[in-house]
């Protein structure tokens, strides 16, 4: 019991439940910001390019609005950048895990006490 512990993702979902966007695509949003490459940010979270592009469309579809912008290469080579409205998700997404991670935490380590007490 004491190797247990309680875990949480936030996301976004339509009203049939079809996930949209959480904290999967935020780090990789994020990564992306960080690299300003597409490429580099698929290396370094372990992801494939098919399912990955599939999952910007479908963001950049449900939302209405373009989230990155990809700037092909010539001899410096390419990169990708978030659009402003792209930038507007991850920073969302940081102010919220900043903001209630600390509380979320603290009541998901409250129930899995509580548990670890009754059983």
Do not use: C
């Not at 994020?30 to 592009?53: D, H, P, V």
């Not at 080579?77 to 507007?88: E, F, H, R």
């Not at 991850?90 to 548990?115: G, M, R, W």
């Amino acid at each position: 019991m004491n190797d247990l512990k309680i875990n949480f993702k936030i996301w976004l979902e339509t009203n049939k439940n079809d996930g949209i966007l959480g904290d999967g695509k935020w780090k990789l949003l994020k990564t992306i910001s960080e690299t300003g490459s597409l490429n580099a940010a698929m290396k370094k979270l372990g992801l494939t390019y098919r399912k990955t592009w599939d999952n910007l469309n479908k963001i950049e579809k449900i939302f209405g609005f373009q989230i990155i912008e990809r700037q092909r290469g010539g001899k410096t080579g390419g990169k990708t950048v978030l659009t402003p409205q792209g930038q507007a998700i991850v920073d969302a997404f940081d102010k919220f895990h900043e903001k209630y991670d600390p509380i979320i935490i603290q009541a998901l380590e409250n129930t899995l006490n509580e548990i670890k007490q009754k059983i």
